[in-house]
């Protein structure tokens, strides 16, 4: 089992945007030093839900403070770059770094972004198998030529070839953000492991893996293929020395970041969207993920894994909202946790 963060970044009531992705890159620091296993960073536009707009960007300062632990994107949101330029950043960071980067892709939502960004509603909606199967033989072929609806080119090396690392002949890992079957279909069919969200809990998780090895097989994908396909389950970590502590904590603090970054959201075609009620949704994240004592946090993982094979976890670590409470969440689940797991 391998446990890292999940940083979003979030700017809480109050506080400046600069204070919040100094927290971000602190956090993501002291992962390495407490022995997690990696760093996962998220990615928003216009939002104080999550401030960094470039999770690449941020995982290539990561990496560059860093010397062991796995940085990775959750996600690159793929709808609003071009293919191509986000798997020469992927291949660069991948060579530079030793093959300690990965790259978690995601549709997206029916953002303004797309608007800014000029990629267009259509993008969202029908334009995410053609973007993600344009990256992957960027990061796998020799040369490539744009032959779909949306980019077209012609036939062009590629520079820097990511099979060249010398930690594999396979390139940057590529995960995929599911939260649909037709997603998890996606996703399989190329023998791509999953990203799962945080507000789906073991069922629902354990459902989503039996259906993507179920396509997996019938893609023709190798018994070893499924067998080791290591899935992330995204979710929320606070660790105190009694649960109703750690459920306080993230009651107080979690709420108004919520309220604020969900309400910034706008749609790029004026649909309306319903909101989660953020005092109700906090507390159905700490019912279903690891939220409590260092015991508590320890038997909630094992449970998780072993009810739906996931094997990977990228836990928001900074729901406290505060940069000292974040590095002690974080060296607990190093110290208290990770030990027991192992």
């Given at each position: 089992m391998r446990v890292g963060s999940f940083v979003l970044g979030a700017q809480f009531p109050g506080q400046g945007q600069g204070e919040a992705l100094h927290r971000a890159v602190r956090s993501a620091e002291v992962a390495e030093e407490a022995g997690l296993d990696s760093?996962?960073?998220?990615?928003?536009?216009?939002?104080?839900?999550?401030?960094?707009?470039?999770?690449?960007?941020?995982?290539?300062?990561?990496?560059?403070?860093?010397?062991?632990?796995?940085?990775?994107?959750?996600?690159?949101?793929?709808?609003?770059?071009?293919?191509?330029?986000?798997?020469?950043?992927?291949?660069?960071?991948?060579?530079?770094?030793?093959?300690?980067?990965?790259?978690?892709?995601?549709?997206?939502?029916?953002?303004?972004?797309?608007?800014?960004?000029?990629?267009?509603?259509?993008?969202?909606?029908?334009?995410?198998?053609?973007?993600?199967?344009?990256?992957?033989?960027?990061?796998?072929?020799?040369?490539?030529?744009?032959?779909g609806d949306r980019f077209r080119f012609r036939e062009v090396a590629v520079v820097p070839r990511?099979?060249?690392?010398?930690?594999?002949?396979?390139?940057?890992?590529?995960?995929?953000?599911?939260?649909?079957?037709?997603?998890?279909?996606?996703?399989?069919?190329?023998?791509?492991?999953?990203?799962?969200?945080?507000?789906?809990?073991?069922?629902?998780?354990?459902?989503?893996?039996?259906?993507?090895?179920?396509?997996?097989?019938?893609?023709?994908?190798?018994?070893?293929?499924?067998?080791d396909a290591a899935h992330v389950s995204a979710g929320v970590c606070q660790i105190a020395d009694r649960r109703t502590d750690a459920v306080e904590t993230l009651v107080k603090a979690m709420p108004g970041w919520l309220r604020q970054g969900l309400d910034a959201h706008v749609t790029v075609d004026g649909r309306a969207r319903g909101m989660r009620d953020p005092v109700a949704y906090t507390e159905l994240l700490c019912g279903l993920h690891p939220v409590g004592t260092p015991r508590l946090c320890v038997d909630r993982l094992a449970a998780t894994s072993e009810r739906t094979g996931v094997s990977r976890f990228a836990l928001l670590v900074e729901g406290s909202g505060d940069l000292a409470a974040t590095e002690e969440n974080v060296r607990r689940l190093g110290s208290e946790v990770l030990p027991h797991l192992r």
């Amino acid at each position: 089992m391998r446990v890292g963060s999940f940083v979003l970044g979030a700017q809480f009531p109050g506080q400046g945007q600069g204070e919040a992705l100094h927290r971000a890159v602190r956090s993501a620091e002291v992962a390495e030093e407490a022995g997690l296993d990696s760093v996962w960073l998220a990615e928003h536009h216009f939002v104080p839900y999550g401030t960094c707009p470039s999770a690449v960007t941020l995982a290539a300062l990561l990496l560059g403070r860093t010397r062991r632990i796995r940085v990775g994107t959750a996600v690159s949101v793929l709808p609003t770059v071009h293919p191509v330029a986000l798997g020469e950043q992927a291949a660069l960071l991948h060579l530079t770094s030793g093959g300690r980067f990965s790259l978690g892709v995601g549709r997206g939502g029916p953002w303004v972004d797309l608007e800014v960004f000029g990629a267009g509603l259509k993008a969202y909606e029908q334009g995410f198998p053609e973007s993600l199967d344009l990256l992957m033989r960027w990061l796998r072929d020799p040369s490539v030529e744009g032959t779909g609806d949306r980019f077209r080119f012609r036939e062009v090396a590629v520079v820097p070839r990511p099979s060249e690392a010398l930690t594999d002949e396979s390139g940057p890992e590529v995960v995929v953000a599911c939260t649909s079957p037709a997603s998890v279909r996606l996703a399989a069919e190329r023998g791509l492991p999953m990203l799962l969200g945080m507000h789906v809990g073991d069922e629902e998780k354990a459902e989503m893996v039996a259906l993507w090895r179920r396509h997996a097989r019938a893609a023709g994908r190798s018994g070893d293929e499924i067998r080791d396909a290591a899935h992330v389950s995204a979710g929320v970590c606070q660790i105190a020395d009694r649960r109703t502590d750690a459920v306080e904590t993230l009651v107080k603090a979690m709420p108004g970041w919520l309220r604020q970054g969900l309400d910034a959201h706008v749609t790029v075609d004026g649909r309306a969207r319903g909101m989660r009620d953020p005092v109700a949704y906090t507390e159905l994240l700490c019912g279903l993920h690891p939220v409590g004592t260092p015991r508590l946090c320890v038997d909630r993982l094992a449970a998780t894994s072993e009810r739906t094979g996931v094997s990977r976890f990228a836990l928001l670590v900074e729901g406290s909202g505060d940069l000292a409470a974040t590095e002690e969440n974080v060296r607990r689940l190093g110290s208290e946790v990770l030990p027991h797991l192992r």
